[in-house]
T-cell receptor, first 112, second 113 residues
């Protein structure tokens, strides 16, 4: 797989349920960032987790990072219809401080 | 809350024409970036810019592309002679420091006919 690949590709849940999305990457990283994109719109930055952190919270978001497995997960708790969007992880590959490499994203649909 | 802005939101141009996409990064940020997203595909890095010079660029960013910070607030991407395959959403981003959060603008949808 390429740097920053999300899993699953699509996820459909009911409002109030939790949603978990996973991301795998190949090279060593300094940090990993999660973004949200509503259809045809811009990228909204959600959270950044650094390589020396294992878990980070922001509101209803919880991100974990396992550098030994080169993977990260994004948990959205108590989902709302407004959370419907595509979610991407992005990493600076090979120690780059500038370039972010994005995956194809997970399309989350939260049904009211 | 400060945000990155981009103009225009949609640009239609004919093949072979030059286009300039404009961005106003967050005011205290020092690092600037351009990315693009072809419809249905991944977001791809084009170039990063710091201290008035390119710090990193991708293989996509060939001689047809250039970037400039013409004044203290604007950051531009110029495509000299557009091709059909340049049709995409172009995103500008900025960050306070290298390796920090990159904040993206709403994008400019470029359509080359």
């Amino acid at each position: 797989s390429q740097q920053g690949e999300e899993d699953p590709q699509a996820l459909s849940i009911q409002e109030g349920e939790n949603a978990t999305m996973n991301c795998s990457y190949k090279t060593s990283i300094n940090n990993l960032q999660w973004y949200r994109q509503n259809s045809g719109r811009g990228l909204v930055h959600l959270i950044l987790i650094r390589s020396n952190e294992r878990e980070k919270h922001s509101g209803r978001l919880r991100v974990t990072l396992d550098t030994s497995k080169k993977s990260s997960s994004l948990l959205i708790t108590a989902s709302r219809a407004a959370d419907t969007a595509s979610y991407f992880c992005a990493t600076p590959p090979g120690g780059s401080n500038y370039k972010l490499t994005f995956g194809k994203g997970t399309l989350l649909t939260v049904n009211p | 809350e400060p945000e990155v802005t981009q103009t225009p939101s949609h640009q239609v141009t004919q093949m072979g024409q030059e286009v300039i996409l404009r961005c106003v990064p967050i005011s205290n940020h020092l690092y600037f970036y351009w990315y693009r997203q072809i419809l249905g595909q991944k977001v791809e890095f084009l170039v990063s810019f710091y201290n008035n010079e390119i710090s990193e660029k991708s293989e996509i960013f060939d001689d047809q592309f250039s970037v400039e910070r013409p004044d203290g607030s604007n950051f531009t991407l110029k495509i000299r002679s557009t091709k059909l395959e340049d049709s995409a959403m172009y995103f500008c981003a900025s960050s306070a420091e290298a390796g920090n959060e990159q904040y993206f603008g709403p994008g400019t949808r470029l359509t080359v006919t």
